[in-house]
């Protein structure tokens, strides 16, 4: 398993489907739908991704770290 990080390709809001796809060895495109199910049933998934956004570095600034 890789580190969990926001890619800087692969995004299309803020990288965390694509993030947690890398991390689960899954298609970004799976990773977006099923989000999107999820947003069907209740529960805070908006705000877990608008967290996982905030808390989950950049690959380009995780790199500059390392």
């Known amino acids: 398993m890789s580190r969990l ?15 947690l796809a890398r ?3 899954t298609s970004a495109t799976t990773m977006r739908v099923i989000f999107l199910i999820s947003c ?4 805070p998934q908006f705000l877990l991704y608008i967290a ?3 808390l989950l570095p ?5 790199r500059a770290a390392w």
């Not at 069907?40 to 529960?43: D, I, N, R, S, V």
């Open 5 to 19: 990080v926001r890619p800087t390709h692969d995004r299309m809001i803020g990288g965390v489907c694509a993030a």
């Open 23 to 25: 991390r689960f060895d």
């Open 40 to 43: 069907l049933l209740p529960g």
């Open 52 to 54: 996982l956004w905030i």
């Open 58 to 62: 950049s690959e380009d600034k995780a």
